[in-house]
């Protein structure tokens, strides 16, 4: 009986991604509950400026393509009034279901409001919002665990700072994305979690890099400037493009002292090459791919069924301690033509 109840469970998700995901070019007012349509999805981008966002884009587009859906897309350019704009803007393309990847929580909140009032159903991606996924238009929030990562960071630069001092102990700079973006806040959250338990390890300077390779490499060299040799034992970032932007600097000002000491989060294959090197202790890596789950996930709230309220992608790790493990993953990426 349970193996029948399941085939008839299979076969109905089936069906669904079937209907959903079937063209029907040329008919463009058919009723949005009727089998066979074309549905518009449109996608607010928080921001272009780096590997990372280029990469979620492009990936977003190609599964709208095999999805079978029309997309529509807006870059915000890291601009929260530009963002909710751009969300009026789509709005009123009428698009059957609105994806937001939004620039920060508290300034992107007004998206469930402005969607509630044009009936379109809403779901966030990669950061959060301040607002309760799974309740009225706001159908699902798909997110990593930036906490997760948080931790693991702190838990990397307790492991150096012991080995290095014979204790837990010493002075951390944070170069920092942008102090409201959620996976900023929360992979701070994470870090506090672990760091609360050891009070000689201080951050003694943040710096905003903005998540591009320019921003952490001025932010950096303004700190090296600061602090001079000896004073800076771990040196953490938010995004791989700021980290490859705070080794150049640090290279550049001959403070190889620091090489080994780098914490950083995103994933890049030029930061695994560097973890490879041993010049990067750790990097830890939040995909950008998101297009698969969001998209399936849009079609499927279409055909009046609910997900998830909450949904999670998995993170990777790469250790300096772990070269092999790197260097299979990044052979695999390359080979592919990815950047993640």
Request: with cysteine; charged share 25%; aromatic share 6%.
């Amino acid at each position: 009986m349970e193996n029948l109840k399941l085939y008839f469970a299979t076969v109905f998700l089936s069906l669904l991604f079937i209907n959903g995901c079937s063209d029907d070019s040329g008919e463009n007012n058919v009723s949005r509950n009727q089998a066979k349509q074309k549905y518009l999805v449109a996608y607010s981008q928080a921001e272009l400026v780096n590997a990372w966002r280029v990469t979620n884009q492009k990936d977003m587009e190609q599964w709208a393509k095999k999805l079978g859906v029309d997309l529509i897309s807006r870059n915000a350019d890291q601009n929260t009034t530009q963002q909710v704009a751009d969300i009026k803007e789509m709005i009123a393309n009428k698009p059957d279901i609105i994806i937001l990847s939004p620039l920060e929580s508290k300034a992107l909140n007004p998206a469930v409001e402005l969607c509630k009032k044009a009936n379109i159903p809403l779901i966030v991606i990669d950061r959060k919002i301040d607002s309760e996924p799974g309740k009225g238009i706001y159908k699902t929030q798909i997110t990593q665990s930036h906490v997760i990562s948080g931790r693991l960071l702190a838990e990397k630069a307790v492991e150096l700072l012991k080995k290095k001092y014979g204790s837990p102990k010493g002075n951390v700079v944070h170069i920092i994305g942008l102090p409201n973006a959620s996976p900023v806040v929360e992979a701070k959250k994470g870090w506090e979690q672990i760091m609360i338990r050891y009070p000689e390890i201080q951050t003694i300077a943040v710096a905003e890099g903005r998540f591009t390779e320019e921003g952490g490499e001025t932010a950096m060299q303004g700190v090296l400037k600061k602090f001079p040799r000896g004073k800076i034992d771990i040196v953490h970032t938010d995004y791989s493009a700021m980290t490859m932007g705070a080794l150049n600097a640090i290279k550049k000002a001959g403070r190889t002292e620091l090489l080994g000491y780098i914490l950083g989060e995103g994933g890049h294959y030029k930061a695994i090459e560097a973890v490879i090197k041993g010049e990067i202790a750790r990097e830890t890596q939040t995909p950008p791919h998101f297009g698969e789950i969001a998209i399936k996930s849009a079609l499927i709230i279409l055909k009046g069924v609910d997900v998830s309220a909450r949904q999670n992608i998995s993170i990777k790790v790469f250790d300096s301690t772990d070269k092999q493990f790197a260097s299979d993953y990044l052979k695999n990426i390359r080979d592919a033509g990815l950047e993640f």
